[in-house]
């Protein structure tokens, strides 16, 4: 499984961002989708994610109300929609995906990462 993340940027603090993942439609369908973050120092944080069909969302209770998960199963993508950023959101931003039936919390049951797009939230 291969998988491409794009969208991040430099933006002001209340702005808004959009990531993109993309990966293979052959294998999409059968994976959940999710994003982590590492900020510099610190270790890499789950943010959302989203089950095979899409039923259902997780999010860290920091970015809860403010950041969306969602995923277009035609396009073989996933997205996250990041409003109202704040200066503590600036990180690398990863995708990853699991051939499991639920979105779990810990990096290390992902097998599979996109490269990270850097979120940079200026104050």
């Known amino acids: 499984v291969q998988l491409q993340a794009s969208g991040g940027g430099l933006v002001q603090a209340g702005g808004s961002l959009r990531l993109s993942c993309a990966t293979s439609r052959r294998t999409f369908s059968m994976t959940v989708m999710a994003w982590f973050r590492q900020a510099p120092g610190k270790e890499r944080e789950f943010v959302a994610g989203?089950?095979?069909?899409?039923?259902?969302?997780n999010y860290a209770d920091s970015v809860k109300g403010r950041f969306t998960i969602s995923r277009d199963n035609a396009k073989s993508t996933v997205y996250l929609q990041m409003n109202t950023l704040k200066p503590e959101d600036t990180a690398v931003y990863y995708c990853?995906?699991?051939?499991?039936?639920?979105?779990?919390?810990?990096?290390?049951?992902?097998?599979?990462w996109g490269q990270g797009t850097e979120v940079t939230v200026s104050s």
């Open positions: 990853a995906a699991d051939y499991s039936a639920y979105v779990h919390v810990r990096s290390n049951v992902y097998n599979y």
């Open positions: 989203i089950t095979r069909a899409g039923a259902r969302a």
